[in-house]
């Protein structure tokens, strides 16, 4: 299927035609056909050759023109209807515009009414109109829906215009609402043209202010009901799990997840000169209409602050319209859903030279260049696709900026370990604040030898203590046997302190068994090496000699065995060898 908009200045046969065309009634409402004038979006479909055409009829009126920009904001092309007796008209013009905005490319021009006035002349004014636009290459077609005269010219024109139309995309789900009504035994339904991707039934959706996740109860496509729709197409939705009061004109059935919510965008102008702007224009996104706020960066990019989020990407395009003055000041190309802020002096010009780059393609690698750092999911979500790998979990980074991390990480480990020489090198967390990082797990990631990291820390390898601890801790064990632990008097004398004596313990240079009792590293499981040889069970007194130690040492080392499990305490005050003292 394909989907195609007319437009056209009011009461220059564009239902007829469809009408002709079809033999289907766009007009949907008894006031509509009593007066003779399109108000709202009009659905008909016929074939055309091999190919299902569906036509979103939209109204000329200008005082509809909402209504008729909600019709062309997801269709990939339009039949541009003229009268051959009125000729170019102002809702020719205003029509011709929105489409031009939006980058509409594939089209007709269709020539009504010729069995009236000769077609000539009205069809060299309007291709004079359309060849300064993005529809300079229609093709154009005489017609009378009233006698059938060119109508078989017309369908083989529309045929050809079909052939040239790009294929369905795939990707994910954005359907914008254009109606919405309730049916007595299915509740909601809505309606709209699918632009990309796939609809099924059972699928699970996110709604656009919904605030919860509706499913797809059944689906409708020109009229019968189908099991999967393709883009494109125009498509009936059998929603569950919401009313009609939740849903209109202007939402959006979205893939969960795949769509970022946003009110500040930078954008592209195409059309009027940025300066020359109104502050406040009306944005038109899909069926969507959204007030906006207009803040002028660069000779013809701008961001605009939205009245409420609508699900954008990068790429997106759209249309900004003065309705003072009725006049459409241009299509848009969203450049950036995410920008940064603009709070320093300066900051403004430096944003519009960084966008005068940018052309709305959205680029990985460009993004990361950006952004730094930045999750996958993120990325997707603003419409950008990122095949490379994470530098941790989901996150990815640019690799320019991923290098240089790693040589200011390098850099704050030793400026903090001459900061804290006490310390077995930076926490982790401290080190993410000092790097600027939103997560620890990329500080883990960014360690490298010689950096290693442990027990929540990163250190340049080693004890992690000054060589002068190092040797002091070894100056108090050296004429000591194996299971005695140094004098308070004798670790003061050799300049170790409580602070000293808690660095060199978690560094394992030393073991505390009690508050001023420490011994060697290694200890406990030498000592249940030498209390494995004797009888079982043994006595502290036993240990005691067995050690060569003193009862200051003995107890508080028997008590860290037990705790431990490497000994086991029985009623009697005597121990039996269990285990190992491994931790």
């Not at 979006?41 to 299902?52: D, I, N, P, Q, R």
């Not at 000699?545 to 037990?562: E, I, N, Y």
Request: contains cysteine.
């Amino acid at each position: 299927m394909q989907v195609i908009a007319t437009a056209g200045h009011v009461d220059h046969g564009k239902s007829t035609l469809v009408r002709a065309l079809t033999g289907m009634e766009p007009d949907r409402w008894a006031e509509e056909r009593r007066r003779g004038m399109t108000i709202d979006l009009g659905f008909a479909w016929t074939a055309v050759g091999a190919e299902t055409v569906a036509f979103v009829d939209v109204p000329g009126h200008e005082r509809f023109v909402t209504n008729m920009l909600a019709g062309i904001g997801a269709v990939p092309a339009a039949m541009i209807v003229v009268s051959a007796d009125e000729g170019w008209m102002p809702q020719s013009a205003e029509h011709l515009a929105a489409l031009n905005a939006l980058g509409v490319r594939h089209g007709l021009l269709v020539v009504t009414r010729s069995d009236l006035e000769a077609p000539e002349a009205a069809t060299e004014l309007a291709l004079a109109e359309l060849a300064r636009t993005s529809l300079k290459d229609v093709e154009a077609v005489a017609v009378s829906a009233v006698t059938g005269q060119g109508m078989d010219e017309l369908r083989a024109a529309l045929a050809r215009l079909v052939g040239s139309l790009p294929p369905g995309q795939g990707g994910p789900v954005r359907l914008w609402v254009d109606r919405s009504f309730t049916i007595k035994g299915s509740g909601t339904v809505v309606t709209g043209t699918l632009g990309a991707g796939v609809l099924r039934t059972g699928d699970e959706l996110e709604l656009t202010g919904a605030g919860k996740p509706v499913r797809v109860r059944g689906l409708q496509s020109l009229g019968q009901p189908v099991g999967e729709v393709h883009a494109p197409a125009r498509v009936a939705v059998n929603l569950r799990g919401v009313g009609k009061e939740a849903v209109g004109r202007g939402a959006a059935l979205l893939t969960p997840g795949q769509f970022l919510y946003t009110d500040l965008v930078d954008v592209r102008v195409h059309g009027d000169r940025v300066a020359e702007l109104a502050g406040s224009l009306t944005l038109h996104l899909g069926s969507a209409a959204v007030a906006v706020r207009v803040r002028p960066l660069g000779p013809d990019t701008a961001r605009l602050r939205l009245s409420r989020a609508l699900p954008l990407r990068i790429g997106d395009r759209a249309l900004l319209r003065d309705p003072g003055r009725h006049h459409v000041a241009g299509g848009v190309t969203v450049l950036d859903v995410v920008p940064p802020g603009l709070t320093r002096r300066g900051a403004a010009a430096a944003r519009a030279e960084v966008l005068q780059r940018l052309d709305g393609t959205p680029d990985a690698a460009d993004e990361l260049r950006r952004r730094r750092l930045i999750k996958r999911p993120e990325l997707a979500r603003m419409g950008v696709e990122a095949t490379g790998a994470a530098v941790a979990g989901e996150w990815l980074a640019d690799p320019g900026y991923w290098a240089a991390l790693g040589d200011r990480l390098c850099e704050e480990v030793e400026r903090y370990a001459k900061e804290n020489p006490l310390e077995p090198g930076a926490p982790i967390e401290a080190l993410r604040h000092r790097l600027g990082l939103p997560d620890r797990a990329l500080v883990e990631a960014l360690v490298q030898p010689p950096l290693v990291a442990r027990g929540g820390r990163v250190s340049a390898g080693g004890t992690g203590v000054p060589d002068d601890l190092v040797r002091a801790v070894e100056t108090a064990f050296a004429e000591l046997g194996a299971f005695a632990a140094p004098e308070a008097n004798r670790l003061t004398e050799l300049g170790i302190g409580a602070r000293q004596l808690a660095a060199a313990e978690r560094a394992g240079l030393v073991v505390q068994v009690a508050p001023g009792v420490v011994l060697r590293r290694g200890t406990p499981e030498r000592a249940v090496q030498v209390l494995a040889d004797l009888p079982q069970p043994f006595t502290l007194s036993q240990a005691r000699q067995a050690l060569d130690t003193t009862r200051r040492v003995a107890v508080p080392l028997l008590g860290l065995l037990d705790a431990m499990g490497a000994t086991r305490r029985h009623g009697d005050d005597r121990r039996t060898v269990t285990g190992s003292a491994m931790p």
